[in-house]
């Protein structure tokens, strides 16, 4: 698709489409326009996004407002210890009496356009594995037979600071299903008192929220998405970005190729979502943290010395 082609009407519509989904999310999130940026960029990617901060900063609200904002079928997976792998993707269960009964796939909350997994390190590391083959396949096989998950599909998991009790750390594995490790900070004074003023002043805080774009636009969305531009150069600094973390001597492991994958086609998504046809090394900048804080380990030193992947990120752009 060339540029010019990008520049069509069609795009400018689904551009004011998600500038709308935007708006409509401020009637309920106050602030967190970076979270939320980084969170639509990760829909036009048709990835995944663990959002990771202490508890009460709005991140079931949030998953939950743009479901609303984007005419998704929704679903939440509150996870806990006890929590059962077919309890998130379905079972067979017998049906009929006599010599009618039947298996019948009784199908889970994971089949939904935008599944919740909320506080998903509370879940044991076998009902975590649960989730890896829908984030990754957008699929999930039971009893021997494979079920498509609906399109779009997207995994959003809200996730507590690891070292609170009853938390078991997320795999590496299924980190690396994540396209984006996304954190939330405690709001400015004014936007606390704005949330307050906001949420206070309404029954059961009662805020309605416009279904302005549909699942459709959304994968049409995603589809010229992968065709924006990126010159040569910017793309090798993503790469070149990605390897660098191979052989940083504050790593214990670097990140994959598929990070590679996930800074381009973020970078891609973050210019589209700005109103442009073409990539700037602002875009790559920008989403190189949430790309890759989540795929590389620090090693026992650095981590003893307070060093974050974010100091590394930061230390290698």
Known sequence: MSDAELDSDDVQQLQDGLQRVREEIRKRIVGQQAVVEQLLTCLLCDGNALLESTPGLGKTLLVRTVADATDLDFSRIQNTPDLM???VTGTEIIRGDGDNREFVFERGPVFANLVLADEINRAT????????????????TVGGETYQLPKPFFVLATQNPIDQEGTYQLPEAQ??????????????????????????????GGIDVDRVLTGER???????????????DLRDRAIDLVRATRDHEQL???????????????????AFLHGRTHVTAEDVEAMAPSVLRHRVIVDFRAER????????VADLL
């Open 175 to 204: 980190s690396d299903r994540f396209l984006l490790k996304i954190l939330l900070d405690y709001p400015g004074e004014d936007e606390e008192t704005e949330i307050v003023d906001r949420y206070t002043r309404r029954l059961n």
């Open 305 to 312: 010395e307070g060093v974050t992947p974010d100091d590394v």
């Open 125 to 140: 590391p076998k009902t975590q594995a649960a989730l890896l083959e829908a984030m990754q396949e957008q699929q999930v």
């Open 252 to 270: 214990e492991y670097g990140a994959s190729p598929r990070a590679s994958m996930g800074l381009v086609l973020a970078a891609k998504a973050r």
């Open 218 to 232: 959304l994968r049409a969305a995603q589809g010229l998405v992968r065709e924006v531009p990126i010159a040569t």
């Open 85 to 87: 792998p077919s309890d």
